[in-house]
């Protein structure tokens, strides 16, 4: 066969050198376009990381989300004794409790939450690395609206994401929890929180003290909420932290980026020790 018939039948069954390369480039773009969509479906759709920890979690966390109203209530009688009538709400509320009803020390419940947050870039869409975790352990010692000494110790093991890979790199490069396996925050200046909140008020004051990552400790400040429920304590925070403070790299790894710096943020719920 000569080479005008080679051509001839080339061209005759599609296989001519420039087809070929045509859709090899269509193919390549097919391949990138999937994976860049996939990426975009999974930040914006599947990448459950949940929002930022605010006074609402702190409300629920201590269970004071609004409940529907009992079917009876007290009501007092002619002759001044208490009956119960079906379809009215309690017009009376509890008396408030007093400052000294909350002395002494406090310890953290499993309604607790701490962890971190840290914005990432994933292949050039932008997405939220949430971590949480409620293996913590600590004290909180109250004399009268002051808050004198809180110490919380957390396992880092314990806090985890929405992607058990990501998981792997926070406990094993990042945060080293093998030789390092608590995160830790004490309290070096009472808080005085001017009075004990009632109901659902909570108060906001400043907060002074020491946190330790990675095994480096570093002075913070930061505002906390509080607020008192059923006989329960809750506390709202967040601290910044930039990684470099903490002899921490910077977390990015192949096509995930991340910022230099990220939030630490807590939900405490203390009972009565």
Known sequence: MSATDETS??????RSPKRWILWIAIGIVAVVALFFGAIFVYANFIN????ALDETDLSNALGTTTAAPDATS???STDGTDTTAAGTTPTSEPPP???????GDWVPTTASEFGYRVEEVLAGVNTTAVGRGNEIDGL?????????????????ES???????????FTGRIMNAAEFPTAEFRLTQPID????PTGDEQITAAATGELTLRGVTNP???DVTAQTTGGRIGVLGSIPVDFADYGIENPSFGAIKTEDSGLVEFVLVFERA
Request: proline residues 4%.
């Open 9 to 14: 039948a080339d061209a005759t069954t599609g």
């Open 48 to 51: 459950d990381s949940p929002s």
């Open 74 to 76: 007290t009501i007092a």
């Open 97 to 103: 409790p007093t400052a000294d009803g909350f002395d």
């Open 140 to 156: 909180l010692t109250i004399d009268g609206t002051t808050a004198t000494v809180v110490d919380v110790v957390v396992q880092i």
């Open 159 to 169: 806090i985890t994401s929405d992607d058990s890979r990501r998981d792997g790199q």
């Open 193 to 196: 929180f001017g009075r004990i």
């Open 220 to 222: 913070v400040v930061f």
